[in-house]
């Protein structure tokens, strides 16, 4: 019923670029925030952006600011990850995720990941 589904990931070389893609079907995608989160080896699993319902509003990390742009197209209910300037600390499965949070109801969905590699 539920899916999330990252794509367009894959080898870069530093200073390349990247648009992911995330495709959402099974629920309201547009009443649903979206992120994007990823995981490098031997680390744990970290916010890189996210994008309000309407897309109104967005957020970085601090190491993203500047290299990366989320939006979203609630009409496609897709949600992308546009990266450049990227570096080889930017190497981790990247994540999708939904989430709606509204007083006692609260639905949160993941998608498999997508891997992104920076190297040289």
């Known amino acids: 019923q539920v899916r999330l589904v990252e794509s367009g990931g894959g080898l870069v070389q530093p200073g390349g670029s990247l648009r992911l893609s995330c495709a959402a079907s099974?629920?309201?995608?547009?009443?649903?925030?979206m992120n994007w989160y990823r995981q490098a080896p031997g680390k744990e699993r970290e916010l890189v952006a996210q994008i309000t319902e309407t897309g109104s509003s967005t957020h970085y990390a601090d190491s993203m600011k500047g290299r990366c742009t989320i939006s979203r197209d609630n009409a496609a209910n897709t949600v992308y990850l546009q990266m450049n300037s990227l570096k080889p600390d930017d190497t981790a499965v990247y994540y999708c995720?939904?989430?709606?949070?509204?007083?006692?109801?609260?639905?949160?969905?993941w998608g498999q990941g997508t891997q992104v590699t920076v190297s040289s």
């Open positions: 099974g629920f309201t995608f547009s009443s649903y925030a």
């Open positions: 995720n939904a989430r709606y949070r509204y007083s006692l109801k609260e639905y949160n969905y």
